[in-house]
DNA sequence: GTATCGGTTATCTTAAACGATAACCTCTGA
DNA sequence: TCAGAGGTTATCGTTTAAGATAACCGATAC
């Protein structure tokens, strides 16, 4: 697992958890205080986030943080 | 789990993980082309890594991404 | 048409991670 | 005594995440 792979799938699997509950973008980036510009470069896997920006990520969707990193090899 | 708990929890599961390996700590930072300072204080929780950070840290250790940062609740 | 919604892209500023270096501390062993 | 190993702390420069703002795009609805 590259770096670069690991932004993609995390930026994915973000946009997947975020869908599955019907949030747009943009109420996702204001509930952890996100600017929505950076949200959706976040879920494009342009950026390297902050391990605490994850978390907020995850407390704002309901998962564990494990959700968001969590995959095979 | 607030910021500060993570970082706390994440730093010690390393230095734990890191030590059962009986590598030091600059072994460690060799190996992921981090800084020994640097090392130091992520392993006491003063900083908030990237996640491409924390990614090299679990090649280098052998383990997976989640497994530095699984906690309970 | 055009207004709104959801999302993207770009730019500027600020804060913090990280690289680099150095000084320091505590042990342990020669 | 002191030299080395392992670790901590501080500082400086560079890079980049993130805040702030704005312009834009496509789709849908009025």
Same mark, same amino acid.
């Given at each position: 697992?590259?770096? #670069?792979?690991?932004?993609? %799938? =995390?930026? *994915?699997? =973000? @946009?997947? +958890?975020? @869908? *599955? $509950?019907?949030?747009? *973008? =943009?109420?996702?980036?204001? #509930? +952890? %205080?996100?600017?929505?510009? %950076?949200?959706?470069?976040? #879920?494009?896997?342009? &950026?390297?986030?902050?391990?605490?920006?994850?978390? @907020? &990520?995850? $407390?704002?969707?309901?998962?564990?943080?494990? !959700?968001?990193? !969590?995959?095979?090899?």
């Amino acid at each position: 697992m590259t770096e #670069e792979e690991l932004l993609k %799938n =995390i930026g *994915q699997r =973000i @946009k997947e +958890l975020r @869908k *599955q $509950q019907g949030m747009p *973008q =943009i109420e996702l980036a204001v #509930e +952890l %205080n996100y600017e929505k510009s %950076n949200m959706s470069r976040l #879920e494009s896997g342009r &950026v390297n986030p902050r391990v605490s920006t994850l978390l @907020k &990520v995850a $407390q704002a969707l309901n998962v564990e943080l494990k !959700d968001l990193i !969590d995959f095979k090899s």
